[in-house]
């Protein structure tokens, strides 16, 4: 009758680390030195991890501890076992410690097509092996969940993970193209724009900093033109659709567009959100860092 087998599993893999010490030095007492423990403590875990697998893995002899068949074959495995470990840990550590590798950075969209994204092309020259992941849309990714690692947002977060660097005041201003203003003529004031046709952007509903807008598209009947896409409401305003509400950096980066002579007493902070974690990543403070630089140092050309 065959003697049936019985599974064993190793409940602490450190126990392996005192094996190999042992078989490297020869001794408990120089293993103990090695590892920075007492030679007691070293004898202790050999002998419960001899316990653990039933199999006993040194003899003492008299020029010290000598591996059994069972030992020399434990060891051989573990070495594997620890030449492995050694590359993982060394990659993974090193990995946020690299600038290299994706970041993922969410901006909405006007502000990542007209100004974000031109100047990433500096920061690619100056890191060609950080690629970027740059993602629009109605919600900023969620940085708790680590969909994206930097955001740029005109919400300032509340949860005291999240890392939030004040970029500027966002300006406003009201644009319409050369075609729409020969045809209906460039209101003076905001009380004129009651006799013109206007374009809607959704993200404006997102700050009670520009809930007017909303306001003042409602009294006119609708808008002309609603669209949840900063491109799409350039391209209206372009069209003739009407005026539009859009930042006031668009006056030198959309071209074509006329910016009205009409002072808004309106802005909204911009803000850059990072996560405490992520900030610890090489490459994403790069990121960070880079634009804020380019905030600061482009604040009154771009935001005034």
């Given amino acids: 009758m065959t003697k049936a087998h019985t599974s064993r599993h190793l409940r602490d893999w450190n126990g392996l680390q005192f094996v190999l010490a042992v078989a490297r030095t020869g001794s408990f ?14 004898s202790r875990r050999v002998q419960e ?26 060891v051989a495995k573990a070495s594997e076992m620890e030449a492995v470990v050694s590359a993982v840990t060394n990659n993974i550590a090193g990995m946020d410690g690299q600038l ?11 502000i990542g ?20 992941d740059v993602v629009t849309g109605p919600q900023a990714g969620d940085l708790l969940t680590e ?9 300032k977060p509340e949860d005291p993970r999240l890392v939030a660097f004040r970029l500027g005041a966002l300006g406003f201003s009201l644009f319409a193209s050369r075609d729409y203003l020969r045809l209906h003529g460039a209101p003076g004031t905001i009380d004129e724009l009651t ?7 959704a993200i404006h509903h997102t700050d009670p900093l520009l809930n007017w807008w909303k306001c003042i598209v409602d009294a006119n009947d609708g808008p002309a033109f609603r669209t949840n896409s900063a491109n799409f409401a350039v391209a209206a305003t372009h069209a003739g659709f009407g005026i539009a509400l859009g930042p006031s950096f668009y006056r030198k980066t959309v071209f074509d567009l006329v910016r ?10 911009l803000w850059m959100v990072t996560h405490e974690e992520t900030n610890r ?13 380019r905030f600061v140092q482009d604040r009154l050309w771009w935001l005034g």
């Fill in 29 to 42: 007492h120089h293993a103990a030195e090695k590892m920075g423990a007492h030679a007691t403590t070293v």
């Fill in 49 to 74: 991890l001899e316990r653990e697998l039933n199999a006993k893995l040194f003899v003492r002899r008299a020029h010290g501890m000598t591996l059994t068949s069972a030992g020399k074959a434990l």
């Fill in 100 to 110: 290299a590798g994706v970041v993922r950075l969410y901006v909405s969209e006007g």
């Fill in 113 to 132: 097509t007209y100004w974000v994204t031109p100047i990433l092309g500096d920061f690619h020259r100056q890191y060609p092996d950080i690629s970027l």
């Fill in 147 to 155: 969909e994206t690692d930097i955001s740029i947002t005109i919400v």
């Fill in 195 to 201: 006799d013109h046709k206007l374009i809607y952007q």
């Fill in 260 to 269: 009205l002579e009409i002072d808004l007493p309106f802005e909204t902070e």
């Fill in 281 to 293: 990543s090489a490459r994403v403070r790069a990121v960070g860092d880079f634009l804020k630089a």
